[in-house]
């Protein structure tokens, strides 16, 4: 069994690491983007960013004053307690990084000032080999979190359906999810299963291609149709409104076409750690592909 302290400790570090840090994968796609931006005002938003993330990781502190709410996502086998273990960290890392306390009572509003609540941190399980556990956080702000769209379709919409379900949305969020930003979406399943594929699809890192063929020919297609809209950086126009679409599906109700967005801003914060049963841990900003 992986000790319940080792969890906590873990997830002080991780929350640490996301809200510092960028992942490369990011930091790449915005130099690149900075690199072939011809409107001056665009790649000024975009270098800008890019020295705030750079200041960000050389000062530790966050790189947004939104710190987000505490998202987890769990896989892997034999761990005791880790739901109080992670709740643990969370309230160590509100104090410590620090994290801005941005969880509320849905109706009151009322703040308990630690990140906790009902449900919150939210820990997203799947299976997994019973040798290690994987923990990723993805602090999700509320300026792209707000523009989440879902949209049921009917089949007979199909694939135009939900190229047109995506564009809009983008194009109706405009300026609020602080592009650039990464688009994910999902496709299929039922209506709650399709928001956690799109927001599951963002953890994929922008230089990992899609396994299936057919979604990644749509994630290249919706990016070039995104990036042709002119909203640019910070909604200011230019060529770069968003790094990169992902994708991720599950099959369906005969009768349904569920599709759901899931925006995020440049800021796209995650971390992750590996622990092994014997106690050694591995960290990456990029997930474990």
């Known amino acids: 069994m992986i000790p319940p302290d080792l969890v906590e400790e873990v997830v002080v570090n991780i929350l640490r690491t996301a809200v510092t840090t960028l992942p490369s994968d990011v930091v790449s796609e915005l130099q690149k983007a900075e690199a072939e931006e011809s409107d001056e005002i665009a790649r000024t ?5 890019l020295e ?18 505490p998202l987890f996502f769990v896989s892997g086998g034999c761990i005791s307690e880790i739901e109080d273990a992670i709740k643990r960290g969370v309230v160590r890392a509100t104090e410590e990084v620090p994290l801005r306390p941005n969880v509320v009572h849905p ?32 602090p999700k702000g509320a300026g792209s979190e707000n523009m989440s769209a879902l949209r049921m379709l009917v089949p ?15 194009v109706s969020a405009g300026s609020r999810p602080c592009p650039p930003t990464i ?16 927001k599951k699809a963002l953890l994929r890192p922008l230089n990992v291609r899609n396994p ?7 994630e290249e297609e919706l990016l070039a149709a995104i990036n042709q809209t002119g909203i640019g950086p910070m909604g200011l126009g230019g060529k770069t409104t968003s790094l990169g679409v992902r994708i991720d599906m599950a099959h369906c109700h005969t009768a349904s076409l569920p599709v759901a967005v899931n925006l995020q801003c440049w800021a796209a914060r995650k ?17 474990f592909w």
């Open 107 to 138: 109706l009151t509003r009322r703040n308990a000032g630690n990140n906790l609540g009902i449900e919150m941190p939210h820990v997203n399980y799947s299976p997994g080999p019973r040798d290690y556990v994987d923990i990723t956080v993805m």
């Open 45 to 49: 938003q975009i270098s800008t960013i």
């Open 271 to 287: 971390a992750s750690a590996r622990i092994f049963l014997d106690g050694r841990v591995t960290y990456s900003t990029e997930g």
């Open 212 to 218: 299936h063929a057919e979604l990644q020919a749509l």
């Open 183 to 198: 688009v994910g979406v999902g496709i299929g399943g039922s209506s709650d299963i399709a928001m956690t594929l799109a």
């Open 156 to 170: 007979s919409e199909g694939i135009r359906g939900v190229k047109s379900f995506v564009l809009d949305t983008v």
């Open 52 to 69: 705030n993330v750079r200041r960000a990781g050389e000062i530790a502190v966050p790189m947004c004053q939104d710190t987000g709410i």
